[in-house]
């Protein structure tokens, strides 16, 4: 049986990649398309809007709206209404699973996600691509093998209309190799540099630096700079489409979990 999905978000730029991603899939089945109160779009036929076959599938203002039952929200909205929907979803107002997608969330909103992986399986990722699960991994790993004597560098490209810095996969890498340095990222990571330095470089810094222009979809590099030598780990996306297809594996991976808090590297074994 094909798995009904949610879209939060549904008439941005990757909720119409997730909804395309949907109707090529003949595991899934776009049952509800949710945009914020008020939307000029409000209760018109979302494949109409997307050149898309969603006849009568409407843009709604709330999950509840929907009446669906029965399959998985996915959340790829702004910071603001994801908060929102954790809290329905931890109140017991948000029955259905949930795979979250929104960049830039802060730590209070991971607790948000927490308090709703006690009512509703709920998965968050500070990005859906196989690839960049992958550098995660990778970072870890070269991290605990070359960080004691290898300088870190985080370096990360984005579109000109990207609104928080650094992105929210270049924080997590940032976690990840400061994590296995033994320090935090508060402690490890300095945004950016300018002037002149008091003295050299510490040897466990990991610099954070972030590109904002054109229509980059998105680039993330982890320098390992040693003496000598260098070692860079580098993901680059093509398309967005690469985020809409990791949501939607999501999405079908969720689907049959019990409620429990869950990322992209437990749906791909890494």
């Known amino acids: 049986m094909a798995t009904n999905i949610i879209i939060i978000g549904a008439l941005g730029r990757m909720g119409i990649e997730i909804g395309k991603v949907v109707q090529d899939d003949k595991d899934t089945k776009l049952a509800g398309c ?88 709920t998965l968050v990722s500070s990005n859906m691509s196989l690839g960049v699960n992958l550098l995660f991994s990778l970072t870890e790993l070269v991290t605990k093998k070359l960080g004691g004597n290898f300088d870190i560098e985080i370096i990360e490209a984005h579109h000109k209309f990207k609104k928080d810095s650094p992105s929210g996969t270049a924080r997590t890498l940032g976690e990840i190799a400061a994590k296995a340095l033994g320090q935090s990222y508060d402690e490890a990571v300095v945004n950016g540099r300018s002037g002149m330095a008091s003295s050299t470089r510490p040897p466990l810094e990991i610099g954070m630096h972030a590109v904002r222009g054109g229509d980059i979809v998105g680039d993330h590099t982890v320098l390992f700079a040693g003496m000598g030598e260098r070692v860079e780990l580098r993901h680059m996306a093509h398309s967005r489409s690469v985020f809409a297809r990791g949501a939607v594996t999501a999405a079908k991976w969720i689907a049959s979990k019990q409620p429990g808090l869950y990322t992209m590297r437990d749906v791909l074994g890494l």
Do not use: M, W
């Open 34 to 121: 949710v945009e914020y109160a008020g939307h000029p779009k409000t209760g018109v036929d979302y494949g109409s809007l997307i050149g898309a076959d969603f006849s009568g599938v409407k843009v709604v203002s709330s999950v509840s709206q929907t009446g669906v039952k029965d399959g998985v929200i996915i959340d790829f909205s702004s910071v603001q209404a994801t908060r929102e929907n954790l809290t329905k979803a931890g109140n017991g107002d948000l029955k259905l699973p949930v795979v979250v997608c929104t960049t830039g969330l802060e730590k209070g909103d991971y607790e948000l996600a927490e308090r709703a992986a006690l009512k509703v399986p």
